[in-house]
């Protein structure tokens, strides 16, 4: 049995609560949050604190808060030696405090408060100062996910670099995609197929094989009457994908 | 029944093909294509032709070329009043000849050569000049998609640009994704879990309230640290997307 407290009820601290109160090998001791609205949603579950003086005992303290945040939370814990590690991708192991042991527990996904998803799919990504750390974090990491890495801070880093590309930007991309559909009249239905394909797509097959459209036939002149099309906006990003794609074939 | 034949034996022209000579109520009469090579995946199943004059009489001819062949093609069959209709998501239904009656059949929907998918799902966008031909171009859409959708030649010009950024685009950032991995040593697969939900994610929340990352907390700091990680092609990128979904929400 794992002893964890949860430290922030933000969308990735709520759901590793709830999937921790699924998981029969872990026992989820507390939830921490500053304010006590976000705790309401796993009230009667499990104890909860605003208090940072009132964490209770556990094997590992996981604290799940803004990324700037976190040297703050670290430095204001009052007991020492313990397991404390932090959810981000981007932040470095040392930026936890060093009066207990530091490690991270990256979930690499885009959480949403309203939508629920499966942890067995989710890959973690894992760190820490020494190997007994890093196995017990991987035993609590591989009892909810079937994908555990061991990363360290830089290479964590660089991959949510690439998160960022493939989800942040990708997103900003569909909504582009809405925009000048609702813009026409066209229900935005429409790409839903085309987009969930493209993503399925690059599972079993590598990207640079998976291209196809005007840039990767280089077939200038789609290319110059859609960007006639388009608001300044929407011809810069344009262009500069287009000019990625060509390059990237060249 | 529905007699149909197609002109041109690309991606989308096969595809057709296959899934036309699985449907009871569709006979294929004949695929022609300028060269042999293309016609031997299909060959056994259908009459084939490298010679446009020896084109048999169908209820639907479908040119299936690339976009700046299309005029071309349909000035050289030497028949007049027949249905003749393109598959291209960026061309004028016009460019068709007026020697015959003219249509679009235009599937939305990323083909590649060895990668086989259902046509249930694809949308398919539908055009012509009178009611009788839109019906039977419906008639036949139905039969093998249940997402037929009428649009004129500027819709369908417009969401053919949402294609381009909702798939080409978003394709270029999976692949600068997987280069930023393995530039750092980190098996591209830790990135399939995330790139299936973000596309999930947007099959039924607006992208508008999927969005999540540094740019939409306006994290200056991440950004900034972020940013002096990347090559001077992959800040380029980064900037300017960056700075679009910060415009999205100001």
Redesign the interface.
Known sequence: MIRVIIIGSG?VGIHLARVFLNTREIKLVQVYNRTLEPLKKIEGKVSTTTNLNELKDADIYIISV???SIENISKSLNFTAKLVVHTSG?THLNTLNSSNRKGVFYP?????K??E?SFK???I?IESENNNDLMLLKSLASLISN?V?I?DS??R??????????????????????E??E?????VE????????????????????????????K?T??IE??LK??TE??A???K??TD??I??YS
């Open positions: 969308n803004s990324d700037n981007s690499l996904q885009t959480f949403s309203n939508k998803l799919g989710i890959p990504c994908n890495y990363l830089k290479q880093f660089n991959m949510h670099i690439s998160a960022v590309f493939v989800n942040n930007f990708v997103n900003n991309l569909y909504y582009i995609g809405n000048i559909c813009k026409n009249n066209i229900p429409i790409l839903h197929p085309l987009i969930k394909e493209t993503a399925e797509k690059v599972q079993t097959l590598a990207p640079k094989d998976a291209q196809t459209g005007p840039a990767r036939r077939d002149a789609t009457s859609q099309q388009l906006h929407h810069a990003i344009y500069i994908l990625s794609i390059k990237t």
